[in-house]
């Protein structure tokens, strides 16, 4: 019986999750996707969807569980330098975390809708702000492909303004991190891992087909709560 | 971009001196020359281009730690359009004609970067990369680059420790170095004019996307790219595994060796 305690408890201890219960943090975990991975292709690879969901989306859902437990400890030790030192962990593991589970959102299959033009409100304020849907694909393609380094490039709605917005961020930075009234409606990610086995440098041609896959009815969905 | 709100100095005051760009390079301007004319005037002017050079062996000497297909789109495809839109952005400005080290260290604009630094930083950093690796490399350093790194770092395990820290932390696209540092302050733009012996000392740094050491004054001795266009096609999302391979099978501990000899006599120059 002792044995089995033993057992159980070094397996659960093992687990970050079971030690933030029991402290009673929130845990994030991978969220699935709302297709399959190779339901995306020709525009989307099968091999990219899946590496970029349970590699690199689940890296950054461990790692950011991880520093926020770190983060849990220094609050309750009083130890502020380690408060300050995990905001950049936090801040890209955090975003990380973000910035996919909206992205693949962002994307469905073309059976399932995807690339088809926004309708309703959305369909109006794009026309309004950027003169057309093409208008605005071009530019977001051009401050895409103009990204240096690794990435995201959005549409964005500021609430406050009531306005769309165009704006990139650096590395995992979340499109909030450019304005506290901004909600992402949909975000493009431009790091290579997105793209690099089907496109290798081409970061132009990727962010071309990509609109063949774009959700448009999540990011109307998302503008007309905001926005109503 | 600069504006025109500073006067500016012609740029051959940045190149006078030996202390050039470690001044301020606020002032420089970034514009085109105006060459109206320039046909009728005569014969075009030759504009020195920098040549994308290859690496010092062949492409799949690196096999199979790192594949000929990595080192075609790598060196054949990346690090050649980073020369080839220099060249472009570079013709008929002030910057045509200068080393790409000093076209580095004035686009950097203190941290205020201008359009061509991006292209020359990262067409500085891949020659750096292809010379800090070789065929049968990795292992360990010998002679007063060991000294050296088991004064400054402890021991080698301990250095090799914190440069795969350096490279696997490295939020984004970025490169993880070894340098030898001369300067007294651990900041960017920090110049100290007069440094001490204990100034002079290795130090691990990363950077984030182009930038290079050379910008904060270093002296870059080893880089390892970790752009994921560095790793993906051989290692996809496994970042760890190619900076285990780079430092035990790639890195040209010759190439760090004769480096830090040279900057030693620069450094000693400058005094």
Same mark, same amino acid.
């Given at each position: ?27 994030? %975990? ?88 926004p309708?309703?409100?959305l369909g109006w304020a794009i026309d309004n702000h950027f003169g057309s849907l093409e208008a605005l694909v071009q530019k977001m393609?051009?401050d ?11 549409l ?7 306005r769309l917005v165009v704006?990139?961020?650096? #590395? ?50 998302? @503008? ?5 | ?8 100095? =012609?740029?051959?005051?940045?190149? %006078? ?35 994308? &050079? ?18 075609? @789109? ?10 080839? #839109? ?32 991006? #292209? ?20 360990? =350093? ?52 007069? =440094? ?22 270093? @002296? ?24 285990? %391979?780079?430092?035990? &099978? ?13 900057? &030693? ?7």
């Amino acid at each position: 019986m002792a044995l089995r305690t033993l057992v159980t408890r070094k397996a659960l201890g093992n687990s970050v999750a079971f030690r933030q219960q029991l402290r009673g943090l929130q845990t994030h %975990t991978l969220p699935d996707l709302p297709y399959d991975y190779g339901a995306l292709e020709p525009a989307i690879s099968g091999e990219i969807m899946q590496l970029h969901h349970q590699k690199h989306h689940q890296t950054y859902v461990t790692n950011f569980n991880k520093a926020l437990e770190q983060l849990d400890d220094a609050i309750n030790k009083g130890d502020s330098p380690t408060v300050v030192k995990l905001q950049s962990a936090i801040k890209f593991n955090g975003g990380g975390h973000i910035n996919h589970s909206i992205f693949w959102k962002n994307l469905a299959p073309v059976r399932e809708g995807g690339g088809e033009p926004p309708k309703g409100s959305l369909g109006w304020a794009i026309d309004n702000h950027f003169g057309s849907l093409e208008a605005l694909v071009q530019k977001m393609n051009a401050d895409g492909a103009g990204l240096q380094g690794s990435g995201w490039v959005w549409l964005g709605l500021d609430k406050e303004m009531k306005r769309l917005v165009v704006e990139t961020t650096a #590395n995992q930075d979340p499109l909030v991190t450019k304005g506290s009234s901004l909600v992402p409606l949909l975000g493009i990610d431009v790091w290579e891992h997105a793209y690099y086995l089907q496109y290798k440098n081409v970061r132009p041609d990727y962010l071309k087909n990509i609109w063949k896959v774009i959700n448009w009815k999540y990011a109307s969905d998302i @503008y007309e709560k905001e926005c109503p | 971009m600069a504006t025109a709100a500073y006067a500016t100095p =012609p740029i051959s005051a940045f190149l %006078t001196s030996q202390e050039g760009f470690r001044g301020s390079t606020r002032g420089f301007q970034w514009k085109k020359i105006e060459r109206k004319c320039l046909r009728k005037a005569g014969p075009p002017k030759i504009t020195a281009k920098f040549d994308l &050079k290859p690496p010092p062996y062949p492409l799949d000497a690196l096999e199979p730690d790192m594949s000929r297909n990595t080192m075609e @789109y790598h060196w054949g495809k990346h690090h050649r359009a980073y020369v080839e #839109n220099l060249n472009k952005q570079i013709v008929g400005t002030e910057l045509d004609g200068m080393t790409l080290e000093d076209i580095i260290r004035v686009t950097y604009n203190n941290g205020d970067l201008l359009p061509p630094f991006n #292209n020359a930083a990262q067409a500085w950093n891949h020659d750096f990369f292809w010379e800090s690796i070789k065929p049968g490399g990795g292992g360990e =350093p010998s002679g007063e680059l060991l000294e050296l790194i088991i004064r400054d770092f402890g021991s080698f395990e301990q250095f090799a420790k914190e440069f795969k820290a350096a490279a696997a932390t490295q939020f984004g696209s970025g490169w993880a170095w070894l340098v030898y540092k001369v300067n007294r302050l651990n900041v960017g733009n920090a110049v100290n004019p007069r =440094p001490s012996e204990e100034d002079k000392k290795l130090v691990v740094v990363k950077s984030p996307n182009a930038v290079n050491p050379l910008v904060w004054d270093y @002296y870059p001795l080893l880089t390892l790219d970790v752009w994921e266009h560095a790793y993906y096609l051989d290692f996809q999302n496994r970042r760890p595994d190619f900076i285990s %391979t780079f430092m035990e &099978k790639l890195v040209s501990w010759e190439s760090v060796s004769s480096r830090l000899e040279a900057a &030693k006599i620069q450094a000693a120059e400058r005094e």
